[in-house]
DNA sequence: CTTCATACGTAGCAACGCTACTTGTCGTTC
DNA sequence: GAACGACAAGTAGCGTTGCTACGTATGAAG
């Protein structure tokens, strides 16, 4: 998967894998890479500097504990985030079918007919 | 649509556009404007130089004409650049399969029954 | 003669995700 | 007990990309 393409996207995803129930980042990351058969293994400096925005702007909240010793900060959706993953939700609908409209269209017959 | 979620997919739009047939600058912005329902409205500034960038990847070719004193820059889609929309194509079925698989699933219940 | 549609273009900016690196604990292996 | 890998968090700096805001010029319409 290309890189860049996610751009855009990310806050929605993490929003979405959140939905499902509160989870710190190195667990989130692995919920992204296994629900999408690792299609989507995303490095930490794209993760945690993405779930500060997304805490910044209302739409998780974080809090720390200490599991074995280890640091762990646990975020979790709050209404905003509900509401703004909804928004993200409706908007990936539309562009997807817009973009889709040109690219899923025809694969060129790849069977190319004798 | 937001402006950003463009990102890593212009140009296999533009690819797509120029697969039916060559086009000049203006008339690419207004192809993807009507097959799009208005949703994809590209200002001047995004489509150039966007198109500059696939000639110099060898994508398209152009040549210039003058149309009615109006010069005019028509630009075709090469083999290679053929080759390039059939990667963004795939491309974009595993990135759009995969996000999907995030946030197509289950439009939350909008339907909150009172 | 002014305005709008056509037609091309550039300069500079802001956003976003990535690479590379750092810090630290725990468990296992040598 | 040293070393290494998995776990867990983070930052600094970079490159790509599309957008905003301009600038130039012609032809048609009023």
């Known amino acids: 998967m290309k890189a860049q393409a996610l751009h855009g996207h990310l806050d929605a995803l993490l929003l979405a894998v959140l939905e499902q129930g509160p989870l710190h980042g190195y667990a989130i990351i692995e919920a992204l890479r296994s629900r999408s058969d690792g299609h989507l293994d995303l490095p930490t400096g794209t993760i945690y500097p993405a779930l500060r925005r997304l805490e910044r702007a209302g739409h998780v909240a974080s ?8 640091e762990r ?6 209404d905003a985030g509900r509401g703004a993953l909804a928004g993200e939700r409706s908007g990936w609908r539309e562009f997807s079918s817009t973009v889709g409209r040109f690219l899923d269209a025809d694969t060129p017959p790849t069977t190319t007919p004798a």
Chains 1, 2 share one sequence.
């Open 73 to 78: 900060r646990t975020y979790q959706l709050t």
């Open 63 to 70: 809090t720390w504990s200490t599991v074995n010793g280890r």
